[in-house]
């Protein structure tokens, strides 16, 4: 007797998404041991080199590049802040997003240490990491927190991570129960701190090596097909689109070593303009693979489908129209300041 589809098990296939947190650990692990330690801080003469690096992984593995960045964010905010860098064979995350619905709290221990209560969104290498850096909210205003990750407190939510694109970044909630913390900096100090725009370029690095992959697929095509013009139109749209990416990190790069310790409005519209530019790129790579190829490799290319579904995922971390909205703020102090600056200079 056949099964009636409303009697079938429709729930996600949690052994496949388990499986591919289980592959993206196993690299985590690999890279935090092997690699690490060698990638360049943002600022130290060689930032080209640190996203070079970051958009490599992210070309690979965008899962694993998720986590790289989180643990090579971390090292660069312990050494900004003053604090100690991450010990051998330690993986590090930040965990910082605010989504509605949870709300994590620090108090202090009565000494020089903190508590953590509540529920963080989002924590990527949840089962991994073995320390987090965590922003919480505080009586005295938001602060940022150095934790270990064995703690009976700590504890990931099952059933928080459903995702298919980036099923591999292990990405859920977690509960913090009277869990023991070291601050890291004051108040607000994660935010105001020069770095925190130059690692937001970062994460756009890794965009673009998750762009570079999808592309990968249109770029083999063209090796083994017939010429096609329609195929070579819309390699030389994918060359336009990667290229104009590659010159903005470039640039940026250069730009955030030239100043390193530039926090005020030129390092946000840098990041702002910088990341609004790849997720376009991204956003416009998947169409323009989608068309070039149609369903074929998104039906019969595993590979190829977890890649345009992570590079899906991932981009959103753009917030679209609010962060276009952030920046037009941000450009219209600016030629503000710059049309006062040149009325005092001729007046």
């Known amino acids: 007797m056949a099964t009636s589809l409303t009697s079938q098990n429709t729930s996600p296939n949690l052994d496949s998404a388990d499986m591919a947190g289980r592959v993206a650990a196993k690299r985590f692990s690999r890279w935090a041991e092997d690699g690490a330690g ?34 090579a964010d971390a090292t660069a905010i312990l050494h900004e802040l003053g604090a100690p860098a991450p010990a051998a064979g330690e993986r590090w995350g930040v965990w910082a997003a605010r989504p509605p619905g949870t709300t994590l709290r620090a108090r202090s221990d009565g000494g020089d240490g903190w508590v953590l209560d509540g529920l963080k969104g989002y924590c ?72 925190f725009a130059h690692g937001g370029v970062g994460v756009a690095a890794c965009w673009l090596g998750g762009a570079r992959g999808v592309a990968d697929a249109l770029f083999a095509a063209a090796r083994h097909r017939a010429p096609d013009p329609l195929l070579a139109a819309h390699l030389g749209a994918m060359d336009v689109l990667l290229h104009s990416a590659q010159w903005a990190l470039d640039a940026a790069a250069a730009a955030i070593d030239a100043e390193p310790l530039e926090d005020g409005p030129s390092a946000q519209l840098r990041a702002a303009r910088v990341r609004a530019l790849v997720a376009d790129v991204c956003a416009r790579v998947l169409d323009e693979v989608g068309r070039a190829l149609g369903a074929g490799p998104l039906c019969h290319d595993a590979e190829h489908a977890q890649r345009v579904a992570d590079l899906t995922v991932y981009i959103r971390q753009h917030h679209a129209e609010r962060d276009l909205a952030a920046l037009g703020r941000l450009v219209t102090e600016e030629t503000a300041d710059m049309a006062a600056a040149k009325e005092e200079t001729d007046g």
Not at 39 to 68: H, I, K, N, V, W
Not at 149 to 155: E, I, L, R, S, V
Not at 161 to 175: I, K, L, N
């Open 124 to 195: 990527s290498g949840a089962h991994t990491c073995t320390h987090a850096l965590v922003t919480a909210d505080t009586d005295d205003g938001y602060r940022l927190f150095s934790v270990a990750t064995d703690h009976p407190g700590y504890a990931p939510v099952a059933g928080t991570w459903r995702a298919v694109g980036m099923a591999g970044s292990d990405t859920p909630d977690v509960r913090f129960t009277a869990v023991p913390a070291r601050a890291i900096g004051g108040v607000d100090a994660y935010l105001r701190r020069p770095g």
């Open 38 to 71: 060698r990638l360049p801080l943002p600022g130290s003469g060689r930032t080209q080199e640190r996203f070079t690096a970051l958009q490599s992984l992210g070309r690979a593995d965008l899962s694993l590049a998720r986590l790289a960045e989180g643990h």
